[in-house]
């Protein structure tokens, strides 16, 4: 059973859990609404109760099935993702959605070590469109594209 309980599948499964609930609790205060008319809250509250079902699936299939142990010492992926993460949220409003995505694509690239730059300018190509495409076309979400200076 203590195989079982430090499987990855397990502990993924408990940690989407943990962001689902805790964002559940930040999101405790904003009014939810109905489907046909959406307050602040109803999709934040929606995502985390879906990161909730997704954790509990994946928990009780890895007690089922028990899965492979989480490497040990693989702190360069973790630094790198959250680096990323951190630079997304930090850069967006000062240097607009382009060069932040750039910046973050490739902070978390490096988690993966072997960085090729034809690869890595074609991703950044691709997801740099994706997400303006998305995002400031189709969704027209009012997020500056470049940095104030242009």
Same mark, same amino acid.
């Given at each position: 059973?203590?195989?079982?309980?430090?499987?990855? *599948?397990?502990?993924?499964?408990?940690? +989407?859990? %943990?962001?689902?609930?805790?964002?559940?609790?930040?999101?405790?205060?904003? *009014?939810?609404?109905? %489907?046909? %008319?959406?307050?602040?809250? +109803?999709?934040?509250?929606?995502? @985390?109760?879906?990161?909730?079902?997704?954790?509990?699936? /994946?928990?009780?299939?890895?007690?089922?099935?028990?899965?492979?142990?989480? *490497?040990?010492?693989?702190?360069?992926?973790?630094?790198?993702?959250?680096?990323? @993460?951190?630079?997304?949220?930090?850069?967006?409003?000062?240097?607009? /959605?382009?060069?932040?995505?750039?910046?973050? !694509?490739?902070?978390?690239?490096? &988690?993966?070590?072997? !960085?090729?730059?034809? &690869? /890595?300018?074609?991703? @950044?190509?691709?997801?740099?469109? &994706?997400?303006?495409?998305?995002?400031?076309?189709?969704?027209?979400?009012?997020?500056? /594209?470049?940095?104030?200076?242009?």
């Amino acid at each position: 059973m203590g195989r079982v309980l430090t499987s990855k *599948d397990f502990l993924a499964g408990n940690l +989407y859990m %943990a962001f689902g609930l805790l964002g559940l609790w930040l999101g405790r205060t904003l *009014d939810i609404g109905t %489907a046909g %008319a959406m307050e602040a809250g +109803y999709f934040p509250r929606l995502v @985390c109760v879906l990161l909730i079902a997704i954790g509990a699936a /994946l928990a009780i299939t890895s007690l089922v099935r028990p899965g492979e142990s989480p *490497d040990r010492g693989m702190w360069r992926p973790f630094i790198f993702v959250t680096l990323s @993460c951190l630079a997304f949220a930090l850069l967006l409003r000062p240097l607009g /959605l382009v060069v932040t995505l750039l910046i973050s !694509i490739v902070l978390a690239r490096f &988690a993966g070590g072997n !960085i090729r730059p034809a &690869a /890595l300018a074609l991703l @950044c190509l691709i997801l740099v469109v &994706a997400n303006v495409g998305i995002f400031v076309i189709a969704m027209r979400i009012q997020i500056p /594209l470049w940095p104030a200076a242009f």
